[in-house]
């Protein structure tokens, strides 16, 4: 969808920033003549790139949230950070979406403290679009919620299936629940909870999930609890990485190997490319006002690319607006 | 370790079932001369099975646990199954191990009602070696226990470190907890009371694991809830799944493709028997008093072969025994 936008970005975000988000900022004013970018970081970082660029402005900011922090904490007392005053241009109205690689607590916190909940969502979750050469699969939540009481899930599924619809097209989304086999009668206390109460209030609903069905495809979203999301993710994107070493071991072993992995690197590449977070560049939190993007802290100019154009999407789709709008037909149970 | 030793095997387990199981049994007579086999399973697949090989032994049953039978209540009623009659086998001491592919549930169930818990043991919980090509990882519990209590964990870490110990040859096994941040103070409320417990109480305990060490390497024993342990594992083997065959895809796209995985076959053949989970033939259920070794359903004769060698192995090694005497040890919390 088209129209004018503008994302707030954190210049400060990741391993290599400030030059990789610069980088990647410039790579998507490029792609997209419709964005506008506001750039929070040091004034000696973000003035001059601003200077330089067309449809981008500085907002230069004081303060820097660590990796090692207490998210909210740092975001209570840090109100000149980067982050907080990514989230509050948003707040105010001045931007439209939030795009960070720092600390997914921090962005998570900001998210949740200053851009603030939507009128109710219980909480707020972490998705994922995870990189699966057969069709892509939203998880929910991936790691904002450790804790979660089985209604939750219900919210998960709602936005995660409207972000897999509006975001990533799909029609009609399946909704998985991560489970440990695939019959209605099992699973843990908290996944038969949540399987009842999937089954009576998401439309969506195709049943169990198990581990393997996040990579096979079958499902256009899976919800969780945020721990087990979390592992799940983190164990496959380890399985992928571990594989794809390996192969890269063999195929430069010898002259002769590397001949032959001469022919199949087209191949590889296009695999590598369907796999690599790096292509859906970064996770939405849904459930705050407005868009609030997180990037991987080891994230790339393509991933920071990528990461704002995805805020910008789901800032022009109003994705938050049809959360709420969703939530307020569904009120939450007790 | 050598020494003679008996395994009862459930003919009947597995999607190809007798015919696979014969096979693996075949192989794993011939691959080590001190073990006997007692073969459960109807009269006319047992019997001329046992009359053709040495050191054989037919049992005929006349029962069937199927795979969607409820486990609990399949075990208690067909006492005159292939599954109940092995594990009563151990119980009478007529075999030293159990191996079947079975419905994991209903051999879960019978390793815990008919050979019994080992005193002092909360639950029995299933182990399973990661195969990794980076170094072998024990994983539990993936799957005997959905809900757990933090300190269920701690036995959970000393059983599978035993068995890292014994029969992985892992010199004091380094254990994680697998959880959504390496810092101690991450992760849900379990996790956070089971961290505390570990470190009390587990002299390998070196701190959090995330999903990504599990393939990664770094750790010899990960620690979970059945319910994590079992979605982690699902999606490790489903990503290795999806990546081989689209590997496999790649390599078949054309005649120079085709070439080209020529050269790479010998490389590719051996990660493939390294990540193949029928390397380690089957899961340990640990905390019962024998050796019990559940199958995958679609074991391949070379997992039956290894599973019945692991029963076996685990057998000669009275990993039982050494449980006991640890969990006397370290009596259990309340």
Known sequence: MD???TVAVDALGGDNAPEVVLEGVADALAADPDL????CGPEEAVSPFAAAHERCRAQATTERIEMAEHPAKAVRRKRDSSIVVGCRLVKEGAAQGFYSAGSTGAVLAAGTLVMGRIKGVSRPALCTVV????????????????DCKPEYLVQFAHMAALYAERVLGAERPRVGLLNIGEEEEKGSSFALAAYELLKEQVPGFAGNAEGRDIMQG??????????????????????????FDQMKRIM???PVTMV??????GGMRELREKVDPDTYGGAPLLGVRGACIVGHGSASARAIRNGVLVAARVAREDISGMIEQKVSRHPKQR
Do not use: H, Q, Y
């Open 260 to 265: 032959g992995a001469l022919a199949l690197k």
């Open 36 to 39: 506008s970018v506001i750039l």
């Open 252 to 254: 430069t072993a010898s």
């Open 218 to 243: 079958g499902f256009d979203v899976v919800v969780t609890d945020g721990f087990t999301g979390n592992v799940a993710l983190k164990t496959l994107e380890g399985t992928g990485k571990v594989l």
């Open 3 to 5: 129209g004018k936008v």
């Open 131 to 146: 990189p699966s050469p057969v069709s892509p699969c939203v998880m929910c939540d991936v790691g904002a919620n450790a």
